[in-house]
């Protein structure tokens, strides 16, 4: 079946440091991806999307690019914030764009 | 606002006892879920509904039951036959197709 994998967390960067979170995924067709955010106590908010290869989504200084040929679509940030120490989870649509698989989440921390 | 609601915000449940978890959205969404989120983990789907008076069971129903009288409720009951219950409920809708989630802010759920 379909499935995603993200890196193992926690990760724990300094203040204006580059953000990359890794994301592959195993599926059938061509699934649309998915990137959530998830505040403590919280439920998740989207933060990008991609439709098809070569697609990149891009919200608040996140990107990531659907890449097809590696079947990844991995998440970076120029310079990370204090305020966006949170989980984030991979995400995909399946082939009939009506379920969902999540990634285990990977938790972010951001030191001042 | 259009959003989604889930209540109450922290629920507790006695031994043998069944509780419901409410969720109400003003979306017009086609779609909802349920999903239990465990301490760092992803997400696992208990059930989900494409349309009214129709739902099909995800990767861990039992224990669990649901019912989608209307478009714009999707209540979630936990019985007793959920041996362990206590984790963090998730309700989710889509307008369509490959759309993008739209999630409540949760439901924590523990065992007195």
């Known amino acids: 079946g379909d499935s995603v994998t993200q890196m193992e967390g926690p990760v724990t960067l300094s203040e204006e440091a580059f953000l990359t979170i890794n994301c592959t995924y195993t599926a059938t067709g061509y699934p649309s991806l998915f990137w959530y955010v998830q505040y403590p106590g919280e439920g998740l908010q989207l933060l990008l999307k991609a439709t098809k290869a070569d697609d990149k989504g891009s919200n608040k200084g996140f990107e990531a690019t659907y890449r097809k040929e590696t079947t990844s679509f991995h998440l970076e940030k120029g310079s990370v914030q204090v305020s966006d120490s949170a989980v984030y989870f991979c995400a995909l649509s399946d082939n009939y764009g009506q379920n969902f698989v999540f990634g285990p989440g990977t938790r972010l921390s951001v030191l001042p | 606002d259009g959003g989604i609601t889930q209540s109450p915000k922290y629920l507790f449940r006695k031994e043998g006892q069944n509780v419901t978890l409410s969720c109400e959205q003003n979306?017009?969404?086609?779609?909802m879920y349920w999903y239990r989120q465990d301490p760092g983990q992803g997400l696992r789907l208990i059930y989900y509904s494409q349309i009214v008076n129709d739902f099909q069971k995800g990767d861990i129903a039992e224990g669990y039951s649901v019912s989608r009288e209307k478009k714009e409720s999707f209540p979630l009951t936990v019985t007793s036959a959920q041996k362990n219950p206590t984790a963090f409920y998730l309700c989710?809708?889509?307008?369509?197709?490959?759309?993008?989630?739209?999630f409540g802010d949760g439901t924590r759920l523990s065992i007195l």
């Open positions: 979306l017009n969404h086609d779609a």
């Open positions: 989710a809708s889509t307008p369509g197709r490959y759309q993008p989630q739209h």
